[in-house]
């Protein structure tokens, strides 16, 4: 009991300190200038303990950041901000709330196009970053302060262009929205980006928590193949299904380009063809052989017969003496199996695995580490985007005239929005 009332009174002081450095923040706001409505709303103890924690507890420092961010706030109107504004991006799908994680932390997807910036200008592009956190902010349950973000950097092949707009926006979240980013994924950066990563990052203060992973790598997860990919402009796949194949028959190996298929003489000098998947592929050899017929083709008898090896000669001789001149027992007896010696499997020595001597199984590498990350978030990057579900999740005033007069958009996608 006394070290539960210990803990008790020990927590109960470090709140109520909390508390007091909060008080002194606020106090040091007000003798600066007085706070409008607006700023004492925002400025909560919740939002305030972040600035704290974002600057080590210390209330100068904190008073001063946060005093910066309300300046900025007021510069930017942020609370002017509605979806009239962007209603290009939205359509588009450009940065949008694609619903929530298993702990109910919103989950915000940017794919912004390369020639974006060439059209619009930057203040332009930061409205629209924070209309979106917003928004995201909106959504929050009151247990929930963070969110995660996910970079779509497939639209860029510039690696300058695309990392202006990402150490932007990580500044901006980092300076304005302290405490609130969880985790930030950029998902096919272009092929020069991680040079320029490294470079850069140790300016950023959200670079710790910022990954970068390929999609390719996740290919193989059967679970999200349903979901319709988003369209890629700039890096385009290889699709094999764009390509016709039509080498079916018996004995050719197609693959997406290239088919495999055997002469008509097993005795010719080229016993194989490699040739497109366009082309018509060629007939299988002699079907007229009794042992070696169309259903017989194998990868031993692919070879031309006068170089098979001494097995692929003396096949029949082994076909013949696989079988038993004695019959099987029936199966109604019971065999002995104690008198059958297995034959001990020999221990890898140390010439042949010395990587097993140093293997820690418990230890993943960085790229396993970012991989399995990145898995909980992968069906909202794969999902495709619904206008309206994204609208659905916007308050009076973010939603803009929309959602004043059409308010039966949210209830019509309230439903379908709670199940993500």
């Given amino acids: 009991m006394g070290n539960k009332d210990h803990i008790s009174t020990s927590s109960s002081s470090q709140s109520q300190m909390v508390k007091n450095k909060v008080e002194d923040v606020l106090q040091i706001l007000k003798k600066h200038s007085p706070l409008t409505p607006k700023q004492e709303k925002f400025c909560n103890e919740a939002c305030v303990t972040r600035f704290l924690k974002a600057k080590g507890d210390s ?67 930061t409205r629209l970053l924070v209309f979106t956190l917003e928004v995201a902010i909106q959504t929050m349950s009151k247990c929930v302060e963070q969110l995660i973000v996910l970079f779509d950097a497939s639209f860029f092949r ?55 992973v390929s999609s390719l790598d996740f290919d ?29 028959k018996v004995g050719s190996c197609s693959s997406s380009r290239f088919s495999f298929t055997v002469s008509h003489h097993f005795d010719s000098v080229k016993p194989w063809y490699l040739t497109l998947t366009d082309k018509p592929s060629f007939k299988v050899g002699p079907t007229s052989t009794p042992v070696l017929g169309p259903a017989l083709i194998s990868p031993v008898n692919a070879r031309s017969y006068s170089f098979a090896s ?96 059409s308010p039966q958009i949210r209830r019509r996608h309230m439903s379908v929005s709670q199940r993500f």
């Fill in 158 to 212: 510039s690696a300058s262009g695309f990392m202006n707009i990402l150490v932007a926006a990580l500044k901006i979240i980092g300076e304005h929205y302290p405490g609130r980013l969880h985790k930030a994924f950029v998902i096919d950066p272009p092929s020069l980006f991680p040079y320029l990563w490294k470079g850069v990052k140790a300016f950023i203060e959200l670079s710790s928590i910022t990954t970068m």
């Fill in 310 to 405: 001494p097995t692929a000669r003396n096949m029949n001789t082994l076909r013949k003496n696989f079988f038993p001149s004695t019959p099987l027992p029936q199966k109604t007896q019971v065999m002995d199996h104690s008198g059958i010696n297995h034959p001990r499997t020999p221990k890898p020595s140390f010439l042949h695995s010395p990587a097993l001597f140093f293997k820690k199984e418990c230890h993943l590498s960085k790229t396993d580490k970012c991989r399995e990350s990145f898995i909980p978030f992968l069906r909202f990057y794969r999902r495709p985007y619904d206008e309206m579900i994204y609208r659905s999740k916007m308050k009076p005033p973010l939603g803009g005239l929309i959602s004043i007069v």
């Fill in 220 to 248: 193989d997860f059967p679970d999200f193949n349903h979901f319709t990919p988003y369209p890629r402009a700039a890096s385009l796949r290889f699709n094999p299904s764009s390509i016709p194949s039509k080498a079916s």
């Fill in 59 to 125: 209330v100068k420092k904190a008073a001063k950041q946060l005093r910066a961010s309300l300046s900025w706030r007021e510069n930017l109107g942020v609370d002017h901000l509605i979806a009239d504004e962007f209603s290009g991006e939205i359509t588009d799908g450009m940065a949008y709330v694609a619903g929530h994680d298993d702990r109910s932390r919103p989950v915000v997807i940017f794919r912004i196009k390369q020639d974006y910036l060439k059209f619009r200008s930057q203040k332009q592009f």
